[in-house]
């Protein structure tokens, strides 16, 4: 059997995207699809496969001619173009395999498909399997249960073209034990976090290393310290990896602030050298933390457990959001002094969305409030509804939408104008205790030197830019030296907010002056009362 597996690309213009920073390393794109590997390593061994990431080359008609069995794999942001490939695939008389994080939470989007195997691969692939060497022409597979992670092979890395990725995914655990409404991840993986073993984890370091790959490797998990009992065996079993291997890569995770409360978890994530941690803090509202159900963040002092945080020398990436329950314009205050603060360079500004399959969504439904297709992505608003930063509020709000998006638009201008973005580069240097490990190559020195070269040349010389960046580059290099390559990699991310930032202000604006010319500010809505 010969398979080629498909992953579809994401918006450019995402908040993820940043292939502006890409090609300055002279990679392709920031992130490597972890699922679509992880699925072909639970496919028959004498399978031929291909694998095809659509961010970073284009699908060949040939390619689809070489396949029996065409499989596709996706996230919400990713439904258009998933859509249209299985069109395209069956054009040629090829049959399609849909599978992945949106099919699983609305597989009714994609009834195309000839077969849905939804859920994890390791549990719903098996039985696909055997139905298809009987001959099914289709069917629909779902995991009966959770699969236990300790069984799950070692991804395959090899299909991977590693040159086009600035980092390389593994996962430890899936699951989260908090109870966030609006979250899809505890639908579709638990509350009750599995894991990997550490035996496990190392194989998979040990199998990218004998690949020749060396640099940023970022741990998946919906939360690293899920489980902090197995997150310090884990790191304990790659801190000594890495020291016998001589610290051939450095680190990233997803973490609940809790994290900051841990002093011996974050004294190993900084012998191991990791760098940068995403950490979801929503709001700076402590009601509507309570509405939506995030008590982990409730009765804390979030600045001061970011700066705990950057004393292990780890660059925090804050998660916001837009649209909740009990807000005012005092919540986007909040929200902005936290960022500034906080010393978050590099903050997601979303909307809110309902995501299918979640207790928010059920709510909303239950009240009434929720849209029409509110799962279903259009295709002609796919240039604009690029990711949560722009295609959120798909319900009625309890405030009028227009405020909301007006507050929206004030948070992300604050946060990445010029001046507020490399003033918090400059604070975060003095924050942070810098301690890597990961001593590039020659080769990558090189590459480094260049992408420095490029970034004096479009932000050094930039008028919008230049007096930040220099003033920057000089204050830390005589400051805080240790933190010169971070504070560089940060001001070299702007490239790609700017544009981002730039775009999704052009359709704010277009959507809330749409919303103000209607008499009530939703009266061009249609809301599904079928429930």
Not at 142 to 147: G, L, N, Q, S, T
Not at 160 to 185: A, H, T, W
Not at 473 to 478: D, E, I
Request: glycine residues 8%; neutral net charge; charged residues 25%.
């Amino acid at each position: 059997m010969k398979a080629l597996l498909l992953y579809p690309e994401f918006s450019g213009l995402g908040f993820w995207n940043y292939k502006t920073v890409c090609q300055l390393m002279g990679a392709k794109y920031p992130a490597s699809p972890l699922g679509m590997i992880t699925m072909a390593a639970v496919l028959p061994v004498e399978w031929e496969l291909r694998l095809l990431d659509l961010n970073t080359a284009p699908l060949d008609e040939a390619d689809i001619d070489w396949a029996d069995l065409v499989f596709i794999g996706g996230m919400l942001p990713q439904q258009p173009g998933f859509l249209r490939l299985i069109e395209r695939v069956h054009l040629h008389g090829k049959r399609v395999v849909a599978g992945g994080p949106d099919p699983t939470s609305q597989p009714e989007v994609y009834r195309s498909a000839d077969y849905l195997v939804l859920g994890e691969a390791e549990c719903s692939l098996p039985p696909f399997l055997a139905d298809l060497a009987r001959g099914a022409p289709g069917g629909t597979y779902v995991c009966a249960e959770r699969p236990d992670l300790t069984n799950t092979p070692v991804p395959r890395f090899d299909l991977l073209e590693l040159k086009n990725y600035l980092m390389i995914g593994v996962q430890f655990s899936r699951g989260c034990p908090f109870n966030c409404e609006f979250c899809d991840i505890i639908e579709l993986y638990g509350r009750k976090p599995r894991t990997k073993t550490p035996q496990q984890i190392v194989r998979e370091l040990d199998t990218l290393y004998g690949l020749g790959y060396r640099g940023h490797v970022d741990f998946v998990d919906d939360n690293f310290i899920g489980n902090k009992v197995k997150a310090r065996e884990i790191l304990g079993a790659v801190k000594d990896w890495s020291k016998d291997h001589a610290y051939p890569f450095f680190f990233s995770t997803e973490a609940s602030i809790n994290l900051a409360d841990d002093e011996e978890l974050l004294g190993l994530m900084r012998d191991l050298d990791f760098r940068y941690v995403f950490v979801g803090i929503e709001s700076a509202d402590s009601e509507v933390l309570r509405a939506m159900h995030k008590q982990q963040n409730l009765k804390r002092n979030v600045v001061e457990d970011l700066h705990r945080i950057y004393c292990y020398g780890m660059v925090v990436n804050g998660g916001f959001i837009l649209g909740f329950d009990g807000e005012t314009s005092d919540s986007a205050r909040k929200m902005v002094e936290v960022i500034e603060h906080g010393k978050i360079v590099m903050p997601m500004i979303g909307l809110l969305f309902a995501l299918p399959n979640t207790q928010l969504t059920r709510r909303l439904r239950e009240e009434r409030r929720l849209l029409e297709d509110t799962g279903r992505l259009r295709e002609d608003r796919e240039s604009t509804e690029v990711d949560q930063t722009t295609s959120g509020l798909n319900f009625i709000p309890q405030r009028p939408a227009a405020e909301i998006l007006g507050d929206f638009l004030h948070v992300l201008k604050t946060a990445y104008s010029p001046r507020n973005y490399f003033d918090r580069c400059l604070g975060l240097s003095q924050a942070l205790r810098i301690h890597y490990r990961f001593k590039p190559s020659g080769r990558r020195r090189v590459r480094y030197s260049t992408a420095f070269l490029k970034t004096v040349v479009k932000l050094g010389l930039r008028r919008s830019t230049a007096y930040y960046y220099w003033r920057n580059l000089v204050a830390v290099l005589f400051t805080r030296a240790s933190a010169l390559e971070a504070v560089v990699n940060l001001m070299a991310m702007y490239l790609h907010f700017n544009r981002q930032t730039e775009f999704v202000s052009g359709v704010m604006a277009t959507n809330i002056k749409m919303l103000q010319a209607s008499a009530t500010g939703d009266a061009h809505i249609t809301v599904d009362r079928s429930a």
